[in-house]
């Protein structure tokens, strides 16, 4: 199912925990194939902390899912991978380069919020964010192919803001990958969007990644995506909680529709509940 | 710096006595206004200074947008802050001294229409400040400054024209009128005594920002958990008591303890 | 692509947007308009007397009318939060800026050419200088007014109280360009001055202020 060979760099297979104590003091030797790399990445807000300090490296060609409760700072982290916020302490290497910038068209970036004109069609969005990428030959043939890529006709002359919201989901989709980048930010893709809608976009987004590129999600419907996530990444109170392959057991089962599970719920030692006998990943 | 402080007030109380004596006492009574042309000797000198406070707001705002440095947003907020000050005594002396001399409170005169313009400049951007939410308060308010200061000659220039072009009386001085050199002695010690008050309340000014930034980054540092307090060296204990009584934390949503995130075993 | 193609296509995007959104451009000529009969029961002077005060009352009434218009036209980049789209993207923030500002333009301009008969009619104005100084004054004020206040629009947007702000820090600053409009029309309306003066003074400072918000529209978009 997945195509690169080798596990996250700092996950075992039960899940490990990337707590600041276990931080090592000396860097490990930099993974030539690290997309992403964050070190102690800080962010406030005032007093508030929604980082605290996050430390991840993660290789290419991967589909992550960014998980945890609200409030945990997951939208904050994509804003900063972004390049929308910086990080108050801390680094963050995208694309092999400290400049955000730089990178900037070979990422694509899909806000909570549309992030769309309502008063232009899917057409001419798309033509004008198309344009701020550089493409200027074939531009309309792009934008109609990455209009039908998720699934929506280019022809339609509305204002987007008259479309459904599954369809503005998939028009917001669509602006995040009309320049064809090499990885992909997501936050929360799927919010309000119909079942059918939501298992189409996972397939694309699974096709993406099964080109090579580098996809985090940040959702709360995980199951959607539970055929084609290769990692999730857990945040937790602005901290990395954990880090597992595919989705977290508990997450597959109906306990995935609660967003709030708390500690009262994972049990005295802080595991998750659960069948884990005979469960297999 | 610290312990020249006592020093530094003492001998800026010397100067505003000795200019409160120049001023009142030593220099001679002028011979169409009478005693009430004295309160010049405080509104010159009060609007040089804070034509030099201004400039410094200026000159450390762009040090800030060059070298985000906490230091010279404090003393660009210190200096506009004192610089507003003064600039409030430059206006309301000009009135006082025009009312009994003039029979007028305004005329929108030159200087003291450049001065009131100069002033809402800065209390727009004092007031920018106040409202700015977050960290971008100070590179905002940088940006504001540097637009302020820029259109200062401006300012000076057109309002000078209009007044040749439809003249009205002058209150503080004409350009031509000359100064009993004894009279000089009066306003530049005068000067001295406010520029070196102006610098004691902007150093108050300046140690005070710096102290609150420090506050809030106690904060902000208490937020990410007493384990990157102790880590960041400035805990004060605390922190280890935290870690042994987890006490569950009631910020926002997250029913975390503010203790080490709970670690996940193996499934 | 580069600065001016990015501009030009964002130009056209916000050309398109104010079109089909055209209750937004009414409802600001609606205000414009009050403005203008408010000033008029307000002030109800004779030919001569009208010469004299109608530039002032011409521009305080423009510039009202400016801040309705700034604010709105940076309003839509925050509706949907679409302004992430535009910095996520490798395109320069001065682009962004001169579209604006030029957008801005456009439209101020345009609020103007429809407020100024009416100003006319009500107050029975006629120069005695030459229109085509009126013109210019007209052209090289809009664009201070303009290119402070679509700076400063980004500015305030990000305060509390942002629509409020915008006048508060625009205001004090364009004072010396608020007193050269309406002493140069003043001038040309009365005949009884030359606007030299006041025009190259208006020149300097639109080069001045167009310089400093090219130059620091790009730290202040980016800060957070």
């Known amino acids: 199912m997945k195509s690169s060979a080798s596990a996250p760099t700092d996950a075992a297979p039960g899940g490990a925990v990337n707590t600041p104590q276990q931080t090592p003091v000396s860097r490990p030797p930099v993974n030539a194939r690290a997309v992403v790399s964050l070190e102690g990445v800080v962010r406030h807000f005032g007093r508030f902390a929604a980082l605290r300090g996050v430390t991840a490296e993660v290789d290419a060609g991967r589909l992550f899912l960014i998980l945890g409760e609200n409030g945990a700072g997951k939208s904050t982290l994509l804003r900063i991978m972004a390049g929308l916020l910086k990080p108050t302490r801390g680094s963050i290497t995208m694309l092999g380069s400290t400049d955000l910038r730089e990178v900037a068209s070979r990422m694509g970036y899909m806000g909570h919020a549309p992030l769309l004109y309502d008063e232009l069609s899917a057409m001419e969005n798309l033509r004008y964010f198309a344009g701020l990428y550089g493409i200027a030959q074939g531009i309309d043939t792009r934008c109609q192919a990455a209009i039908r890529l998720v699934g929506l006709d280019p022809e339609l002359k509305r204002g987007v803001g008259q479309y459904s919201q599954g369809m503005r989901q998939r028009i917001s989709l669509a602006r995040a990958i009309v320049h064809d980048p090499e990885l992909l930010l997501l936050d929360e893709p799927f919010s309000n969007v119909d079942v059918q809608s939501a298992r189409e976009m996972a397939r694309l987004l699974g096709n993406m990644r099964d080109e090579g590129k580098t996809i985090f999600v940040v959702t709360h419907q995980p199951v959607v995506l539970e055929a084609v996530a290769d990692e999730s990444l857990l945040l937790s109170a602005g901290l990395l909680a954990a880090r597992e392959r595919g989705l977290p057991e508990y997450m597959k089962f109906p306990y995935s529709q609660r967003a709030d599970h708390t500690d009262a719920d994972k049990g005295n030692d802080g595991a998750c509940p659960g069948p884990v006998e005979g469960g297999e990943r | 710096m610290k312990r020249f402080f006592p020093f530094f007030v003492l001998v800026t109380l010397a100067l505003l006595c000795y200019a409160f004596y120049q001023a009142m006492y030593v220099a001679p009574t002028e011979s169409t206004m009478g005693d009430v042309q004295r309160i010049f000797y405080y509104h010159l000198p009060h609007a040089w200074v804070a034509f030099l406070l201004f400039f410094t707001n200026f000159l450390a705002s762009i040090w800030y947008l060059v070298r985000r440095s906490e230091r010279s947003d404090a003393l660009a907020l210190a200096s506009a802050e004192v610089g507003v000050v003064f600039c409030t005594v430059v206006l309301i002396t000009g009135p006082l001294w025009a009312r009994p001399v003039w029979g007028i409170w305004w005329t929108w005169d030159a200087r003291l229409t450049s001065t009131l313009v100069l002033w809402l400049i800065y209390v727009s951007y004092l007031v920018l400040r106040r409202f700015a939410t977050g960290a971008q308060t100070q590179v905002l308010s940088a940006a504001l400054a540097i637009f302020g200061f820029v259109d200062v000659p401006i300012v000076y220039l057109s309002i000078r024209y209009f007044r040749t072009q439809h003249p009205q009386p002058v209150i503080a001085g004409g350009e031509g009128s000359g100064l009993d050199p004894r009279m000089w002695t009066a306003v530049l010690w005068n000067l001295a005594g406010f520029l070196s008050l102006a610098l004691l309340l902007i150093w108050l000014r300046y140690r005070l920002a710096l102290a609150e930034n420090a506050v809030e980054e106690a904060h902000a540092n208490r937020a990410l958990g007493p384990e990157a307090e102790m880590r960041s060296g400035k805990s004060d204990g605390r922190a280890e008591a935290e870690m042994r009584v987890t006490k569950p934390d009631g910020r926002g949503s997250a029913p975390q303890s503010s203790s080490a995130p709970k670690v996940g075993k193996p499934r | ?224």
Do not use: H
Not at chain 3, 121 to 144: D, E, H, K, M
């Open chain 3, 1 to 224: 692509m580069t600065v001016m193609a990015v501009a030009r296509r964002t130009l056209a995007k916000d050309l398109r947007l104010e079109w089909r959104a055209k209750d937004a451009v009414n409802s600001m000529l609606f205000f414009a308009l009050l403005v203008v009969v408010i000033f008029s029961f307000s002030f109800d002077p004779t030919a001569e007397e009208s010469r004299r005060i109608a530039g002032g009352l011409v521009w305080v009434a423009f510039l009202f009318a400016a801040v309705v218009a700034l604010n709105q036209t940076w309003a839509r980049e925050l509706r949907n939060q679409v302004l992430d789209a535009y910095r996520v993207s490798p395109a320069p923030a001065v682009s962004l800026f001169l579209a604006k500002a030029v957008g801005n333009f456009i439209l101020v301009s345009v609020l103007e050419l429809l407020m100024t008969p009416l100003f006319v009619i009500f107050y029975n104005l006629r120069s005695v200088g030459p229109v085509y100084q009126l013109l210019l004054i007209a052209v090289l004020g809009t664009w201070a007014l303009v290119v402070n206040g679509t700076f400063f629009a980004a500015i305030s947007i990000r305060t509390r109280s942002r629509e409020i702000m915008l006048p508060l820090i625009l205001f004090p600053i364009s004072i010396p360009a608020l007193l050269a409009m309406v002493d140069a029309t003043t001038s040309v309306l009365t005949g009884e001055a030359s606007p030299r003066f006041w025009l190259q003074l208006l020149a300097v400072y639109d080069l001045v202020f167009t310089t400093v918000c090219v130059a620091l529209f790009d730290t202040v978009i980016n800060a957070e």
